[in-house]
């Protein structure tokens, strides 16, 4: 029997305004401010529930210089999720904008790619480059919950619950992972940080923070062979997310929108 079809949201959390010259290697010739937002993602039905990254809390928003509009957990709350009884959560990346809060919930089993728990503790973290966007307070936190058994890892491709599956991407780390997500529309892929922004996919150029940029190309062309439509990529950051979905209630209107229907405009997008 075929899983019944996931309703999918993605919950925003933060905002920051970076330049144009942050979002492509090599910069941009229109060098202008750019809104970055940060989101969490849940997809449900009446079997499952299961939360897609965990954001990051008000101290590392201070650090860090973002705005944090919302706490995940209380996002998550707005949607009539208690984090406390989520059963599965997956890490998309160790980030520090996709992996901190795990405390939030205590009966969650998490998901991760293997390779992205040896990346963020293996060499590469002696070098600044690679290790910037993590928090080591994050990664410890995951470490533990490895020795409490409360991982399921992942080498590739896996299944979480029937009807979401997490596929290795790599390049943006080591060990980043898209979550495929089945929906009354067929395929929706959560891309988390395989595209930042549509743009970075659409146009060809990668965005600064990687780790292999050949691999971020490949994983492109698999986040295309994974969706239904190209128009049911989801990015990771792009404020356009929050435009070209409805909000699923009025008074939810720039906290969530609803991934699991069609998109009100093309899903293009170019910073330039």
Excluded: K
Aim: glycine share 8%.
């Amino acid at each position: 029997m075929d899983p019944e079809p996931y309703e999918v949201y993605a919950v925003r959390y933060a905002t920051a305004v970076r330049r144009s010259t942050d979002i492509y290697i090599g910069g941009d010739a229109h060098d202008a401010p750019v809104p970055m937002d940060y989101f969490i993602w849940l997809a449900r039905n009446r079997q499952h529930t299961v939360v897609i990254d965990t954001g990051f809390d008000q101290a590392a928003a201070t650090r860090r210089g973002r705005q944090l509009l919302r706490s995940p957990g209380d996002g998550l709350r707005m949607l009539g999720v208690s984090p406390e009884e989520v059963a599965h959560v997956v890490i998309t990346h160790l980030h520090y904008d996709h992996a901190g809060n795990l405390a939030l919930f205590p009966r969650a089993r998490f998901h991760l790619q293997d390779s992205e728990m040896a990346y963020a503790t293996g060499r590469y973290m002696s070098v600044p480059f690679f290790a910037y966007a993590y928090e080591l307070d994050d990664v410890v936190a995951m470490v533990r919950l490895a020795y409490a058994g409360r991982i399921e890892f992942h080498e590739g491709t896996g299944e979480v619950v029937p009807g979401i599956t997490v596929h290795h991407i790599g390049g943006h780390t080591r060990g980043l992972q898209a979550v495929r997500v089945l929906t009354r529309l067929g395929w929706v892929v959560l891309a988390s940080d395989a595209a930042h922004y549509l743009d970075n996919m659409i146009s060809g150029r990668p965005f600064p923070i990687v780790a292999d940029v050949t691999q971020m190309f490949q994983g492109w062309q698999t986040l295309r062979r994974l969706a239904s439509a190209e128009r049911h990529i989801v990015p990771g950051h792009d404020p356009l997310v929050m435009q070209r979905y409805r909000a699923p209630e009025p008074h939810l209107d720039g906290v969530a929108v609803r991934l699991d229907e069609e998109p009100q405009q093309d899903n293009t997008h170019n910073t330039r």
